[in-house]
Structures are given as C-alpha cells and as structure tokens.
C-alpha cells in the first residue's frame, strides 16, 4: 500500500556526506517536492542576530569559527570515506575518515559553512521553541488551542464528571478571546491527572475539527476519505494513504485553522497523487489558493513537547 507521510521537522539531523578526496560534493538536500514519501520539509532562514553566535557540542573536541559563528563540534573518526556533518540539537557532529588532516576537514567544513550555520540556528531555535512552549500543569496554566491560549481551571463540580471538561469564554468581550478550559478535577489533583485531562479534551477537540474539515474539503477535492487516525509522531504532520485511510498529528489542533486546513487538504490531495509533483501541489492550489503562507505558517511550529 502507498503512504505519503508528511513530516514535522523537515531538517532535523539530516546528515550531508562530502566526498573526502574528490572535488565533487553533493549539495545540500533542500526541500524538494519530488523527493517522494519521505520529502523533508526545511524551516526558513534564521532571523539575524547582533552577538556573534556560539555553538558548543556537549562532546565537542574541535573548534572553527564558520561565517561568523564559533563552532565547538564533536570530531568523530572512524572507517569511512567521506566528510560528514550532521546537525542537531546538540550541535554539530563531523564524522570524517580515519586519516583525514585538519586542514582538509577545515576546507570541507568551509566548504559548507553556509548550510551548517543555517542548520544550527535553525536546531536552537526549535530547542527555544519548545521550551517556551513546555507547559506548568497547574491551574492557570495556559494551553493553545487552535492558535488561542485556553486558560486551564480546576473545577471538581463541573458537571461533566472526573476527567471531564468543558470550554468557556470567560470574558466574552469583543475582540478579546479569554477562553477557559473547566476541567472536573479537584484541586488537589496532580500535575500528570491535569495533564491527561487537558490532553483528552485536546485529542476529542482534534477528532471533531479534523473530521469537519475533512469532511469540508473532500468534495472539493473530489476525493474520499475512509478513516482518521490520530497520531502522536514526534515527526509528522501527517501521512495519507491510498485506500483513503488518513492520519492527522492530534497536536495540530493547538494551531491556527488555517494551517490545519493546510494539512488536512495536503492529504486529501495525496488521495489523487500519492507525490509531490506539480499536479499533485495544483490540487492543492485549488482548494486553498493561499497554501504556500500556510505552509510557511506552519514550518515555524514545533510540536510542543509534553
Ligand atoms: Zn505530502
């Protein structure tokens, strides 16, 4: 059975072999639609920063400055034949063959400068991301729900029972959302038993908007969908495959409706093209002529953590 599977972090870790001792090297893989079920999705250019940046690996063992950069990375030597580099959370680690000089490691590593800079930027701001986005279970703890912060409450007398919960607008003033989440908890509750009440609302919330816009943009799309699976992929989006089965990231439903559309009808299109050709992004174009901002939109997400 075919499966497109549309993936989170399009850059994560992705390594990039030079050939050692031959002039040729491969570029670097950018985000190529043609690049079939496992295409990578790249995040955009860093914003410029003032400070020269730093980077240390935790096992850093050699330092080069790079565009601007100080660079401490993890040398790793070993049996192979081409210089290496792979990016990320971490750092940079350069694989490279036993015997390989210094200097020819320097070149190799100036050689690709621009991509490794870019690379680690792009790895540090996801890591600030999450963690500003790393969330204190407690009442008044806020959660985003479809692109809105939704302020969680401890309420044991709420009436949808243990675990239960029911969404409020606390301040229906216009134009300034204050929604409140009334989780039937008492306020002894631990952090783990708001934690999972949160996120079953969350998955349930996911299950309805997801099959509504599912059911919204077939027909336009002309296609049909079987299932909906909700999954849970650090990694992915989404994916789709050709008996109309379709899995969607429940944790998409903290982002704007928008985006989600975006996904939800990326995948649809899928049930026509199982690629990324040009004919497969001209469905997509049709249904949602505005779907490269959506996509930029949500390249800058990360999937929050918890
Ligand atoms: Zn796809």
Redo the contacts with the bound molecule.
């Keep these: 059975m075919r499966q ?3 993936d989170l972090f399009g850059d994560t870790a992705q390594p990039l072999d030079t050939p050692a001792n031959q002039g040729e090297q491969r570029a670097p893989q950018h985000s190529n639609p043609k690049h079939g079920a496992h ?1 990578r999705w790249d995040s955009p250019p860093p914003a410029p920063t003032h400070a020269p940046p730093r980077f240390t690996h935790p096992r850093a063992n050699r330092a080069i400055v790079l565009d601007g950069a100080h660079i401490a990375y993890h040398l790793r030597r070993g049996q192979r034949r081409t210089i290496g580099f792979t990016v990320d959370t971490g750092g940079l680690t350069v694989s490279a063959p036993r015997w390989s000089a210094p200097a020819e490691i320097d070149a190799a590593l100036r050689e690709k400068q621009r991509w490794i800079v870019t690379k680690l930027n792009q790895a540090r701001q996801r890591h600030e991301r999450l963690q500003a986005m790393r969330i204190v279970w407690q009442e008044g703890a806020s959660v985003p729900f479809l692109g809105q912060p939704v302020i969680l409450h401890l309420d044991a007398r709420q009436r949808h029972g243990p675990g239960g919960a029911v969404l409020t607008s606390a301040n229906p003033s216009p134009g300034v959302p204050c929604l409140t989440l009334r989780l039937g908890l008492p306020h002894s509750a631990s952090p783990e038993q708001l934690r999972e009440a949160t996120q079953a609302w969350l998955m349930r919330q996911a299950r309805r908007v997801f099959t509504a816009r599912l059911d919204h943009f077939a027909p336009q799309l002309g296609v049909r969908w079987q299932r909906l699976g909700l999954s849970s992929a650090g990694t992915r989006w989404g994916s789709a495959s050709a008996d109309g089965a379709i899995r969607l990231n429940w944790r998409l439903i903290h982002l704007r409706e928008p985006v989600i559309d975006y996904v939800v009808v ?2 649809l299109a ?1 049930l026509h093209e199982m690629n ?1 050709g040009p004919r497969f992004w001209q469905h997509v174009q049709a249904v949602l002529p505005d779907y490269a901002d959506r996509r930029n939109e949500l390249r800058n997400q990360s999937a929050s953590n918890w």
């Design positions: 497109l599977l549309l295409d990326h995948e899928h990324h």
